[in-house]
T-cell receptor, first 111, second 115 residues
Framework: SQQGEEDPQALSIQEGENATMNCSYK?????LQWYRQNSGRGLVHLIL?????REKHSGRLRVTLDTSKKSSSLLITASRAADTASYFC???????????FGQGTRLTINP | SAVISQKPSRDICQRGTSLTIQCQVD?????MFWYRQQPGQSLTLIAT?????????ESGFVIDKFPISRPNLTFSTLTVSNMSPEDSSIYLC????????????FGPGTRLTVL
């Protein structure tokens, strides 16, 4: 399978704590994108990191990419209840113009 | 990023019938994609829809079951034909943004329940 695979499958933390989600993939990529999905609705695009980038920030989000290990991580700092959602990584496979999604991480922020 | 809308947002249908889902984008885009998300599952690409050519279907998806139209650069439809309860899913369209190659933005999805 060429899926992006997220770890952990579920994560529950207290509001204000940091949340870290990991993603692994199996083939060479052009970029890797992270998405958020609230309660079975559409996906919200969070951040894209190119294969030649190692780290990227957007507000409270920090994404890292290690192409040698074929892995990425998403860090959400100072979590809020509104961050409760499922988070998906989606590698863009090199040579193919399509994203492959894993099962996602279900993040729950407890007040 | 593009603003994407889908119609309907949800529907409940009887088995054996068909439903056409519309996807509208507020700007012209070359690449549009249709995904399916079965309950509790991840997203699976159904097909890629390019304007002026036949859609390209992924393994396991066929045109007779999921016919797609792409009449212009801002609009596409996906039809779910001869539905069965196994077709109950969220169907999402996405578009590739023009700024960064491969960057995709998604519509709000259509939640389909087949009885």
């Amino acid at each position: 399978s060429q899926q992006g695979e997220e770890d952990p499958q579920a994560l529950s933390i207290q509001e204000g704590e940091n949340a870290t989600m990991n993603c692994s993939y199996k083939t060479s990529i052009n970029n890797l994108q992270w998405y958020r999905q609230n309660s079975g609705r559409g996906l919200v695009h969070l951040i894209l990191i190119r294969s030649n980038e190692r780290e990227k920030h957007s507000g409270r989000l920090r994404v890292t990419l290690d192409t040698s290990k074929k892995s990425s991580s998403l860090l959400i700092t100072a979590s809020r209840a509104a961050d409760t959602a499922s988070y998906f990584c989606a590698p863009l496979i090199q040579g193919a113009q399509k994203l492959v999604f894993g099962q996602g991480t279900r993040l729950t922020i407890n007040p | 990023s593009a603003v994407i809308s889908q119609k309907p947002s949800r529907d409940i249908c009887q088995r054996g019938t068909s439903l056409t889902i519309q996807c509208q984008v507020d700007s012209q885009v070359t690449m549009m994609f249709w995904y399916r998300q079965q309950p509790g599952q991840s997203l699976t690409l159904i097909a890629t829809a390019n304007q002026g050519s036949e859609a390209t279907y992924e393994s396991g998806f066929v045109i007779d079951k999921f016919p797609i139209s792409r009449p212009n650069l801002t609009f596409s439809t996906l039809t779910v034909s001869n539905m069965s309860p196994e077709d109950s899913s969220i169907y999402l369209c996405s578009v590739e943004a023009s700024g960064i190659w491969g960057e995709q933005f998604f519509g709000p999805g259509t939640r389909l329940t087949v009885l």
